[in-house]
């Protein structure tokens, strides 16, 4: 049974940090693409970050570009996510997914496995 659990959510203070990992069991994910999506009280999941299998693609929105930075381990079938500066909104439930294919995508239609999500709660 393919299991996506993230950690590493909290509550933190405006322009701190904090890194977010999500990590696989029941099959290899090497091979494929793996994302952060959010989704804010209210809102759409949004796409925020993607890495391709062997992290020489990432996508990023608009809005954490310069801030947020993917990036992944096979051998520990994790990805990460290492968010700086934070702000107020980016507060969200942050959820892990992957998507069975080599290229870098941001529709949540297109993913195949998701996590349950983590808190992230950003005060100003």
């Known amino acids: 049974q393919v299991q996506l659990v993230e950690s590493g959510g909290g509550l933190v203070q405006a322009g701190e940090s904090l890194r977010l990992s999500c990590t696989a069991s029941g099959r290899s994910f090497s091979s494929y693409t793996m994302s952060w999506f959010r989704q804010a009280p209210g809102e759409e999941r949004k796409f925020v970050a993607g890495i391709n299998w062997n992290g020489g693609t990432t996508l990023y929105a608009d809005s954490v570009k310069g801030r947020f930075t993917i990036s992944r381990d096979n051998a520990k079938n994790t990805v990460y996510l290492q968010m700086n500066r934070l702000k107020p909104e980016d507060t969200a439930v942050y959820y892990c997914?992957?998507?069975?294919?080599?290229?870098?995508?941001?529709?949540?239609?297109?993913?195949?496995?998701w996590g349950q999500g983590t808190q992230v709660t950003v005060s100003s």
């Open positions: 997914a992957v998507l069975l294919s080599i290229v870098v995508v941001t529709g949540t239609d297109d993913y195949d496995y």
